[in-house]
């Protein structure tokens, strides 16, 4: 209920997951609907046992938990442009230059992890036999490595803006989110606490719905709060709200190609005794207008 403390989820302490919520906070979305919210880093809880009045930012999380019996919703979505880059040594001048290299990339079975070995497929790279993946804990450690040469390439996420990978003369090798449309960041809520609670879920929906707002029509706005996460410089925060206004959605919605994508990735698991259909995860019923 407004007024009470509401606990935000997050994997990743990046632009990619916690714009709208920092927009929320610092414009005053949160404030006119009464919502405190405080962030909870959940890297470490199993998404099937997160606790149903907890709301989350990870949709690709929510999406991948409902394999182990989860029943959460995603209620909004920020992206379905995965916002991660593969940075190179400078000599590598193509994907396919890596055949027989090391990658760093992020920890086995994360949505991130499996949108890197979809990627490297698509361009002739077989994950398991032509390169050899190196998960590591964080961008820190996957830059770390990239910058000692213990590794080829990296995978990073938009915690690293990709000017700062500029000056040591890394190669950017390509986007994630020109690759392949899945819903990656949002909103999601428990099955529970919207029948329990919907007024408040969507009082959340709305507060992102007006984040997500501010990112296409008040860059003035969005732009010390990309600095404030980030910690870089304006024209750092420029670049990288471009990429923000290119990705993000502008209604909360994933495309017609991103949902089918989504229920493709996890339909393929045998785990699974019917397929998952759109209705199954996806609910925009509290978005505003709907």
Partial sequence: M???????GFKAFDVHELLLHFLALRLGFYR????????????FVP???????????????????????SRRKVVLVATDRPMFWMHAQKDVAKVGDLRGERIATYPEKSPPWLLHRMILRKY???????????????????????RSGDVRAAVLSSAMSPARLQSPGFRELLFFGDEVRIPTTGLTASEEMMERDPELVRAMVAAFHQ???????????????????????????????ECVDRCFTSRGRASPEAIRNALALVNQEDALPHPLKEEDVYDY??????
């Fill in 2 to 8: 407004p007024g009470s403390e509401i606990i935000l």
């Fill in 211 to 241: 984040s997500l707002l501010a990112v296409h029509e008040s860059p003035s706005g969005v732009l010390p709060v990309i600095m404030e996460i980030l910690g870089e410089t304006l024209e750092s925060a420029n670049r990288m709200h």
């Fill in 32 to 43: 006119e609907r009464g919502l405190k919210v405080k962030l909870k880093d959940l890297s």
């Fill in 285 to 290: 019923s509290l978005l505003p207008g709907s």
């Fill in 124 to 146: 002739g790279l077989d994950p398991d036999r032509d390169v050899q993946l190196e998960a590591a804990r964080d961008d820190v450690a996957r830059l770390g490595l990239l």
């Fill in 47 to 69: 998404d099937e046992q997160l606790d149903a009045s907890t709301f989350t930012v990870a949709c690709g999380a929510a999406l991948l938990a409902r394999l182990k019996g």
